[in-house]
Nanobody, 119 residues
Framework: QVQLVESGGGLVQAGGSLRLSCAAS????????MGWFRQAPGKGRELVAD????????YYADSVKGRFTISRDNDKNAVYLQMNSLKPEDTAVYYC????????????WGQGTQVTVSS
C-alpha cells in the first residue's frame, strides 16, 4: 500500500514557476512509476509527466514539454514537478499517482493540489 500527499500548489502569475512535491509512504515506492496528472474545471484528467522507477525514463505531454520537469528521490520517497513559464491554461488540480510502469494505469492517487495561474 502506498499513500501519496501532494504539496506546493498555489496562485502564481503567468510566466512564473512552482514546484510541486509528492511525499509517499510505503516501502514499495521505489518500485513504482510515478506521474503527475491534472484536471481543469470541466475537463478530463490528463497525464502531464511520468517517470519510471529509477528516474531513467520520463514522459511529458506535448503541452508542457520544455517547461515542466519531473524528478524523483527514492531515498526520500518523493517525486517532484518543477513547472516553469506557467500559463493560464496550466490552471488545474494536480495529482501525483503511482503505477506499475511508465504510462500504465495508476494504482495509487494523492488528493490533489490546486495550481492557479493568473494572466
Amino acid at each position: 500500500q502506498v499513500q501519496l500527499v501532494e504539496s506546493g500548489g498555489g496562485l502564481v502569475q503567468a510566466g512564473g514557476s512552482l514546484r510541486l512535491s509528492c511525499a509517499a509512504s510505503g516501502s514499495t515506492f521505489s518500485s513504482y512509476a510515478m506521474g503527475w496528472f491534472r484536471q481543469a474545471p470541466g475537463k478530463g484528467r490528463e497525464l502531464v509527466a511520468d517517470i519510471n522507477w529509477s528516474g531513467g525514463r520520463t514522459y511529458y505531454a506535448d503541452s508542457v514539454k520544455g517547461r515542466f520537469t519531473i524528478s524523483r528521490d527514492n531515498d526520500k520517497n518523493a517525486v517532484y514537478l518543477q513547472m516553469n513559464s506557467l500559463k493560464p491554461e496550466d490552471t488545474a488540480v494536480y495529482y501525483c499517482a503511482g503505477g506499475r510502469t511508465i504510462r500504465a494505469p495508476r494504482d495509487y492517487w494523492g488528493q490533489g493540489t490546486q495550481v492557479t495561474v493568473s494572466s
